[in-house]
């Protein structure tokens, strides 16, 4: 690990709100092409619901109410496809999105609410509409452009037959540049530190893995802290991320070993398998339905990488390439409820997924990318004012953001956990079982003063520290508590 291996600070205190831009809010103000699907039908693989950034600034009210710090937004740039990871132009935002002028707005409005915005960097392939890529269709052997990519013969094969030319997962349509090119790899950093002279506060790297070459991220992080010292780099790693984490390259990843252990405890018996699909194969491991192994693989992830990196983990429950945790959960909201109580009080930055809050549901892509229902008759209330409370807690107590975390008791479907930061204390009862209630009567923390009462913050009772062991709670089935320090 580099000794000067520094994370940015408002992460560690960040609230995450990852958003599909196609899909969250549509500005009645920015005219659109007539041919897009409704906003309400289920989403297709091609289609377009006119989804855009003006949109999203029209709707910071609801997320700053929500609490939201910082929002994550998959790409925004000119592309021929809804979801963008198709880039045809890096330099400019996509016109069905409002274009810059949507962008600047969204990022002043953002700013002003202290709220920072994260982009998607798409650089390990483009599209057959990027410029360069187009030359060579164009031009064939003669394009200058020839070795921005790298191709096997001619024609390209780019519409029909088997691609010529290296493309990520054998897809035509996103060729894979040559990052041995120092041309390329200019402009790729070029294009990061434009848009965080623009003002962004960071890049979500996509697929990053892809590029096997440390020496490439390590200059683009130097790219990035020289450009914004305060700018956040964190990276899709679907798996153990420690070459990635070391200091010299990103400052978190998107954490979905957590996100396994999350989908395998809380899911449990409910655990869809079919909806979860290839990503056991990523960590089988972390899928486990007791408490104890849930305990030592989320235990583990926090010594697995520098504290900086754990403070920085962009930690999710689901995210735009997976099915949504409710609906991996067979629909049963108690379990979501869980899943975040545990995200909202584990270290790291809790990101949620647009529309989670108030119970939406979706299987596998494209299913996952529903359009955000702004019918609040739809919404579950409820739902969406636990997780408001959930991050006011972490946002009032910095124990719940850069605390210790002690596990004190795991066994069966019970866990316990203690959060610690100074005289700052908060600890997180969870009772994932069915049908069985929990009492609380375990070993405190040795050093947790006698008689110190805890009140439960998330609903009623409470607990007290008698001859050096906690006791006092009964937590009915499918429940958590959050405790504190009564005053």
């Excluded at 969870?430 to 009492?439: F, G, L, T």
Aim: contains cysteine; hydrophobic residues 40%; glycine residues 8%.
């Amino acid at each position: 690990m580099t000794s000067t291996f520094i994370t940015p600070q408002w992460v560690h205190d960040a609230v995450f709100y990852q958003i599909f831009p196609d899909r969250f809010a549509s500005s009645p103000s920015l005219e659109k092409p007539n041919n897009l699907e409704a906003w309400d039908v289920s989403p297709t693989p091609h289609g377009f619901k006119g989804g855009d950034l003006l949109g999203v600034a029209e709707k910071l009210d609801y997320l700053q109410d929500l609490g939201i710090t910082a929002i994550y937004f998959t790409p925004v740039f000119q592309s021929a496809s809804n979801h963008r990871y198709h880039t045809h132009d890096y330099y400019r935002v996509d016109p069905l999105l409002g274009g810059d002028a949507a962008l600047r707005r969204l990022l002043d409005e953002a700013h002003r609410r202290g709220i920072k915005i994260v982009l998607d960097g798409v650089f390990n392939h483009a599209s057959r509409g990027f410029f360069q890529f187009n030359h060579i269709l164009e031009c064939g052997a003669q394009s200058p452009y020839l070795d921005w990519f790298r191709v096997k013969g001619f024609p390209l094969n780019a519409y029909h037959g088997k691609p010529n030319y290296d493309c990520w997962w054998g897809l035509p349509a996103l060729p894979e540049f040559n990052h041995q090119n120092p041309q390329v790899r200019r402009f790729i950093f070029n294009v990061a530190r434009y848009w965080l002279e623009q003002g962004i506060d960071g890049w979500r790297l996509d697929v990053p893995f892809c590029v096997d070459d440390d020496a490439f991220w390590q200059e683009f992080r130097q790219v990035v802290k020289q450009t914004n010292p305060d700018a956040y780099i964190t990276g899709e790693i679907p798996w153990d991320a420690e070459r990635w984490l070391q200091g010299d390259q990103f400052d978190g990843v998107m954490n979905y070993l957590l996100t396994y252990a999350c989908w395998g405890f809380f899911g449990g018996e409910k655990m869809d398998k079919e909806l979860v699909g290839h990503w056991y194969e990523h960590g089988p491991q972390y899928f486990t339905p007791q408490a104890e192994k849930f305990a030592q693989n989320v235990s583990t992830l926090l010594g697995k990488y520098p504290l900086p990196a754990v403070q920085a983990q962009l930690n999710l429950l689901d995210s735009h390439d997976t099915a949504r945790f409710l609906s991996i959960a067979g629909g049963d909201r108690r379990l979501q409820r869980l899943a975040a109580l545990f995200l909202f009080t584990y270290p790291g930055a809790p990101c949620i997924y647009y529309g989670d809050e108030i119970g939406m549901e979706g299987g596998k892509d494209p299913d996952c990318r529903r359009a955000f229902p702004w019918d609040e008759s739809r919404w579950d209330a409820e739902l969406r004012a636990f997780y408001q409370n959930l991050i006011r807690l972490r946002h009032q107590h910095p124990a719940l953001r850069r605390g210790t975390f002690e596990v004190l008791h795991a066994a069966g479907q019970a866990l316990v956990y203690l959060r610690r930061l100074g005289q700052d204390l908060a600890m997180v009862v969870i009772n994932r079982s069915a049908a069985a209630s929990y009492e609380v009567n375990i070993p405190a923390a040795a050093d947790l003063p006698e008689g110190l009462i805890w009140r439960n913050v998330l609903g009623s009772g409470g607990a007290r520290v008698d001859n050096r062991r906690l006791h006092g709670l009964t937590l009915p089935p499918l429940s958590g508590a959050v405790l504190l320090p009564a005053a």
